[in-house]
């Protein structure tokens, strides 16, 4: 299946962290994904309101590998 990818990172902290999801063919599963890793990372932050900076994404590709967590 392929996958997407997304790196969230929150520059005041120093915080980043890949994330990838199996079965990421269209801009709707994409969304979906970037959504769960933003949420997943403010939880993770600790904080609420904060922005943080999403990079590196793509969709319908292959496994991205170990240095992503799964979604």
Do not use: C, F, L
């Not at 990172?9 to 801009?27: D, F, I, L």
């Not at 939880?43 to 991205?64: E, L, W, Y």
């Amino acid at each position: 299946m392929p996958w997407g990818r997304v790196t969230i990172s929150y520059s005041p902290t120093g915080y980043t962290q890949n994330y990838k999801r199996n079965n990421v063919t269209t801009h709707v599963a994409e969304s979906a994904m970037i959504a769960a890793a933003v949420a997943d990372s403010v939880a993770r932050i600790g904080g609420s309101g904060i922005v943080v900076t999403r990079s590196n994404i793509a969709q319908n590709i292959p496994d991205p590998g170990p240095n992503y967590r799964v979604i």
